[in-house]
T-cell receptor
Framework: NAGVTQTPKFQVLKTGQSMTLQCAQD?????MYWYRQDPGMGLRLIYY???????DKGEVPNGYNVSRLNKREFSLRLESAAPSQTSVYFC?????????????????FGPGTRLTVT | QQQVKQSPQSLIVQKGGISIINCAYE??????FPWYQQFPGKGPALLIA?????SEKKEGRFTISFNKSAKQFSLHIMDSQPGDSATYFC??????????????FGTGTRLQVTL
């Protein structure tokens, strides 16, 4: 049971390049999230997917797109990377109340992707 | 606009001492207040959480104190150990929207426990 996995672990991009960050969970969770973590700013929600087939914007969606490929996988795409997108990106997942009545609020995080845009 | 304010930014505590981290929130619709612990190079992991219908929750050496009228909550780590050295984030959620629980995080506190 790997939990939440993310690839790649590290990535360096040049300004204007594109890339996709991959996330997968094996906990049969319905909801998945993408956050970015910057020094002194905590974690900020980029996009989330309440269930397969739905996605919604979070606090800082500009410059990003997401795809909920299936129940397990949720990818984050940077179409034209900018230095301001240098950050550590975390994917997380959580259960549905019907699946876990007592701890459906808990989010399980992956190990992160450290992205540098030069 | 920061909806959850966390202090201090960093904290140094001697082994065996009490570590205290404070958070304040603005949105009275928040109804779930977790604390996450993050070690270097790892993702955050849930440490302990509280709902606003109780004023305190204790799990081992970790206690959340919650003051609804002041819109504040705090994490107390008793008998702090070097293994507790990590970054701690408070967070708040407005409850379950559809099928997703969106968390708003504080800015984090880096705790160092010295020998």
């Amino acid at each position: 049971n790997a939990g939440v996995t993310q690839t790649p672990k590290f990535q360096v991009l040049k300004t204007g390049q594109s890339m996709t960050l991959q996330c997968a969970q094996d906990m049969n969770h319905n909801s998945m999230y993408w956050y970015r973590q910057d020094p002194g700013m905590g974690l900020r929600l980029i996009y989330y997917s309440a269930s397969e087939g739905t996605t919604d914007k979070g606090e800082v969606p500009n410059g990003y797109n997401v795809s909920r490929l299936n129940k397990r996988e949720f990818s984050l795409r940077l179409e034209s990377a900018a230095p301001s997108q240098t950050s550590v990106y975390f994917c997380a997942s959580s259960a549905h109340p019907g699946d876990s009545p007592t701890n459906f609020y808990e989010q399980y995080f992956g190990p992160g992707t450290r992205l540098t845009v030069t | 606009q920061q909806q959850v304010k966390q202090s201090p930014q960093s904290l140094i505590v001697q082994k065996g001492g009490i570590s205290i981290i404070n958070c304040a929130y603005e949105n009275t619709a928040f109804d779930y207040f977790p604390w996450y612990q993050q070690f270097p190079g790892k993702g955050p992991a849930l440490l302990i959480a509280i709902r606003p219908d109780v004023s305190e929750k204790k799990e081992g050496r970790f206690t959340i104190s919650f003051n609804k009228s002041a819109k504040q909550f705090s994490l107390h780590i008793m008998d702090s150990q070097p293994g507790d050295s990590a970054t701690y984030f408070c967070a708040a959620s407005k409850g379950y929207t559809g099928t997703a629980s969106k968390l708003t995080f504080g800015t984090g506190t880096r705790l160092q426990v010295t020998l």
